[in-house]
């Protein structure tokens, strides 16, 4: 193959590449970096570079294929692949954050902070408040985390305002990267853990007919087996606490939602209040998760239409 072919093809792969599959590109090819330059601490090593590959390779098969093709489908996967590569990202934290750290977490520090500024730790103070039908509210509300952004994009693609739908799209996974940036600084895994007994919380916190099956839920996209004691429950679950992910991401949806004054905004907006209520008083946050999540917010829907600028100069695919 001559220099001009190797060329052109490159070429084309760029201009098929949108702003998202970039920034997913970028965020893997650091993963394996990272991976690859602390090989030593984490087993896994190998494995999580060789993901992070087969993850650029069918990104950039699957943009080529829906930019080349009037299949509709492709577009349609090419559009909405984001989301759940997104999940595939946050798992493939599991098998480094930990390691990397030497299996040390931070949540002593963090519920230090915590009693410093409120004089008690805030999970167990608002026990007093605790009710089966309050329970159950704020824990159908915390499993709707992932929905309230296919909600979004489900109503901007509809709507055929594709422009607006990429950029929800861009900031949506930029906002998750930087949360996870934070997983890597202060590895913690609540205080359902450390403050209470993980084992016991059906019968502490109980509800009235779904909170244990969402809890349930919840605990398997953390890597939770069913069924395990507290201890083999703290060492398996996903270090995810800090910042507040489902809070700094609920707060960007919903300002997302009212400033594209989408339908479903208010339903939004009150179903993002009760998660974001529901992230301590069901005891996976620390307060000062919360409020280093809302912090982020704001700084990440400022700076996200820039860094998009940058991602797609040159190229002709938002």
Not at 221 to 234: F, L, R, Y
Request: net charge positive.
């Amino acid at each position: 193959m001559s220099t001009n072919e190797s060329t052109q093809r490159i070429c084309k792969l760029s201009a098929a590449l949108n702003s998202t599959d970039r920034l997913l590109m970028v965020f893997w090819a650091l993963l394996a970096m990272l991976s690859l330059l602390f090989s030593p601490r984490i087993p896994s090593w190998r494995w999580i570079i060789l993901a992070d590959f087969c993850a650029i390779g069918l990104v950039g098969v699957l943009a080529c294929s829906a930019y080349r093709s009037g299949f509709k489908f492709l577009r349609f996967a090419h559009e909405w692949a984001a989301f759940p590569l997104v999940i595939f990202t946050y798992k493939q934290l599991y098998f480094i954050i930990s390691p990397l750290h030497q299996y040390r977490d931070y949540d002593a520090f963090l519920a230090a902070i915590d009693r410093w500024i409120f004089g008690c730790n805030p999970t167990q103070w608002l026990e007093r408040f605790s009710n089966p039908f309050l329970t159950e509210i704020l824990q159908i509300a915390y499993s709707l985390f992932y929905l309230l952004f296919i909600a979004v994009g489900l109503e901007l693609y509809c709507r055929k305002e594709l422009s607006e739908f990429r950029k929800f799209r861009f900031t949506m996974v930029y906002g998750f990267f930087l949360s996870y940036l934070g997983y890597f600084l202060l590895p913690a895994v609540g205080p359902r853990f450390t403050l209470h007994d993980f084992s016991r919380i059906d019968s502490e916190l109980p509800g009235l007919f779904l909170t244990s099956i969402l809890r349930r839920f919840v605990d398997f996209c953390e890597s939770i087996p069913p069924q395990v004691s507290s201890a083999v429950a703290q060492a398996c679950a996903q270090r995810d606490v800090f910042p507040s992910g489902h809070t700094m991401m609920t707060l960007m949806v919903i300002i997302m939602a009212f400033r594209y004054r989408l339908r479903i905004r208010k339903v939004i907006l009150a179903l993002g209040i009760l998660l974001i209520i529901g992230t301590v008083y069901l005891r996976y946050h620390y307060v000062i998760d919360i409020w280093a999540g809302a912090m982020l917010a704001i700084p990440c829907l400022l700076t996200s239409a820039c860094l998009e600028g940058i991602l797609v100069r040159r190229s002709r695919n938002p």
